[in-house]
């Protein structure tokens, strides 16, 4: 960036927004949780919050936003914009942003928030710092930006202090999702952003459903049951998946059980994974490297099953087991199924050490 683009009067940029992604009539969840934070952010400036939907028929989606926390929700319908394109959705940003001139706008770290945020901080000549786990104001008013670094080792701290918007990305479940109250009044703001068949780079041919093994995705399930390489072989995540289906949750997978091949690399959790907060997470064969815990250590309880009783995951973990998991795993099938059976489920106790 050029210091002929650095601002000299900032003063016009006022107001927090929120890019709000949508599928199927319902927000996306990261888009919740960035409301939820952007309303923190936009009380410390004093200013409004304001969410931004795209789409074709989302002025119903718009009202309901609101009940989140927004103060009004600026709306374009057009059928150019049904679902995500790269180049019209970044037209249309940039020019929104242009006229209104935010002072932050936050992206969720999404496959599309992440090529939009990526391609608006080029058009519109400012920065955006990727994957922030944490937001605050320093004394001169300007967004401190924390994410990861180093591998998760130390936080960084980006601020963007000669350009405006100052931009960010946020991965799902780093915030917590502020309640909905369906009483809540904002303004819903229709507005017309001039769209040609230039601004329209791919043409959509087929939409196929994208979904995971077992149904429900790890970032929205209640209960993650995650594997390591310790499970040795791609066939033992049958056995995974057999305990998450009679806890009702989802599978998911350490990067080394993912680079070893045995399982698609959405069902990463970490760092350069998925971000997790479920209520339960139960880790198997996994040893708890910084940049595992990065992806699940706000997970509300947290079961580690581990035969080395030094593995660092124990260090964050509600209850351990050390033991091997190729004993522990079928015990705890056995006693579920028991249970849901009807019987008491405590024939025998499990073959490991309860820490
Ligand atoms: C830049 C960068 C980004 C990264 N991003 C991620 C990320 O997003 N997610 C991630 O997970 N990692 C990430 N990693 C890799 C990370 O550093 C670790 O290498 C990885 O998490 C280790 O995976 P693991 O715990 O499955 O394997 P290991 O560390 O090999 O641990 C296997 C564990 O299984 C246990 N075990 C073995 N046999 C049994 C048994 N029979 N019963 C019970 N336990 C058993 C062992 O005691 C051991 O603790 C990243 C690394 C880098 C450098």
Redesign the pocket.
């Known amino acids: 960036m050029t210091d002929s683009h650095v601002l000299e009067d900032k003063s016009h940029f006022r107001g927090v927004w929120v890019f709000l992604e949508h599928r199927k009539q319902g927000l996306r969840d990261v888009s919740v949780q960035l409301i939820g934070e952007g309303r923190r952010l936009a009380d410390l400036r004093a200013t409004t919050l304001t969410g931004v939907l795209l789409g074709n028929g989302v002025d119903d989606l718009a009202k309901h936003a609101i009940g989140y926390g927004l103060d009004r929700v600026i709306v374009i319908n057009d059928p150019i914009l049904e679902i995500y394109r790269s180049r019209p959705y970044a037209q249309v940003m940039a020019q929104l942003i242009r006229r209104h001139k935010p002072e932050i706008v936050l992206y969720g770290a999404s496959k599309n928030g992440r090529d939009l945020g990526g391609r608006l901080h080029a058009i519109l000549e400012t920065g955006l710092a990727a994957d922030c786990v944490k937001f605050d104001i320093d004394a001169e008013g300007n967004l401190d930006m924390i994410r990861p670094s180093f ?2 080792k130390s936080l960084a701290h980006i601020l963007c202090k000669k350009h405006r918007p100052q931009m960010a990305s946020v991965r799902r479940n780093v915030f917590v999702a502020p309640p909905h109250d369906p009483k809540r009044t904002g303004e819903v703001v229709p507005e017309t952003v001039e769209l040609g068949p230039s601004d329209v780079d791919a043409t959509l041919e087929e939409f196929q459903e994208f979904t995971k093994e077992g149904g429900l995705r790890p970032e929205e399930a209640d209960v993650v049951v995650s ?6 072989d791609p066939g033992h995540f049958v056995m995974l998946q057999e305990l998450a289906d009679l806890l009702g949750g989802a599978i998911a ?7 070893s091949g045995w399982v698609p690399k959405m069902l ?7 971000t997790v907060r479920p209520k339960l997470y139960v ?10 815990l ?2 699940m250590q706000e997970s509300k309880k947290i079961v580690v ?4 009783p030094k ?3 124990f260090e964050i973990a509600d209850y351990g087991i050390v ?6 795993v079928p015990e705890m099938v056995r006693q579920l199924k028991a249970l849901k059976g009807g019987e008491t489920g405590a024939r025998t106790a499990v073959p490991a050490t309860a820490r």
């Not at 990463?268 to 994974?273: A, E, F, L, N, S």
């Not at 880790?283 to 595992?292: F, K, R, T």
């Not at 033991?323 to 522990?328: C, I, N, P, T, Y």
């Open positions: 591998g998760g594997g390591g390489y310790g499970l040795g997978a350490s990067r080394k059980a993912v680079d990463q959790v970490g760092q350069t994974g998925m880790a198997v064969g996994i040893s708890g490297a910084v940049q595992h990065a992806g099953i581990n035969i080395d593995a660092p995951l033991g091997d998991l190729f004993e522990v």
